[in-house]
């Protein structure tokens, strides 16, 4: 093989890897543009991430704690009977 045709076939390997990289991955920024924190609507162990009590996501000990949170789409937060804000999550349905 010439060094001409390996770094053809180096080209195309390089292209064939960059296009098999998910779009989610190239987006990730874009998908909590389109999302707000939502309080008081995480079930125990199903937060997002962390508050004053603990630092990681999955580690609420209680449905619907009005200082944990989840990402949920923008406008749908409150239809869910949850808040904006912290510590001032209705308790639903």
């Not at 949170?69 to 923008?74: H, L, S």
Request: charged letters at 25%; a positive charge; one cysteine or more.
């Amino acid at each position: 093989m010439t060094t001409r045709n390996q770094l053809i076939h180096t080209a195309i390997a390089g292209v064939l890897a960059l296009a098999s990289i998910p779009v989610s991955q190239a987006h990730s920024a874009d998908s909590t543009d389109s999302k707000e924190k939502c309080y008081g609507i995480a079930k125990a162990g199903q937060n997002d991430c962390g508050t004053a009590r603990h630092t990681c996501a999955g580690q609420a000990k209680q449905d619907r704690a009005p200082d944990e949170w989840k990402y949920v789409p923008k406008g749908t937060c409150e239809k869910m009977g949850g808040k904006l804000t912290p510590g001032s999550a209705g308790k639903g349905k």
